[in-house]
């Protein structure tokens, strides 16, 4: 089991930058793959980004590749998205999710993740 809790939203302006975080329980947390996910209001929740167990692969959203960037400290049970050139749609509640590592092939999908945190709020004004 683990638990993920996200941090680091707020309000920022456009072409400003946000670090969200994402702290895990448990001692197996470099066994899991982990995603970056958001929702905006009447939108389907979509994939922004993934990083593998070792962090060495990356991958990310056409819509946020070159804006933001994945990171994971295995000795600190923590992910990290930086999101830099902020733009008012990126404006969503977002979400880390964990997957077993194995599963690193499907990172876009939503389903393919075992667990998730409750969401962190970004708004981004124009």
């Known amino acids: 089991q683990v638990q993920l809790v996200e941090s680091g939203g707020g309000l920022a302006q456009a072409v400003g930058s946000l670090r969200l975080s994402c702290a895990a329980s448990g001692r197996t947390f470099s066994s899991y793959a982990m995603g970056w996910f958001r929702q905006a209001p009447v939108k389907e929740r979509e994939f922004v980004g993934g990083?593998?167990?070792?962090?060495?692969?990356?991958v990310y959203a056409d819509s946020v590749k070159g804006r933001f960037t994945i990171s994971r400290d295995n000795a600190k049970n923590t992910v990290y998205l930086q999101m830099n050139s902020l733009k008012p749609e990126d404006t969503a509640v977002y979400y880390c999710?964990?997957?077993?590592?194995?599963?690193?092939?499907?990172?876009?999908?939503?389903?393919?993740?075992?667990?998730w945190g409750q969401g962190t709020q970004v708004t981004v004004s124009s």
């Open positions: 999710a964990a997957t077993s590592s194995s599963f690193y092939e499907n990172i876009r999908l939503s389903h393919a993740m075992h667990y």
């Open positions: 990083i593998n167990w070792s962090g060495a692969t990356t």
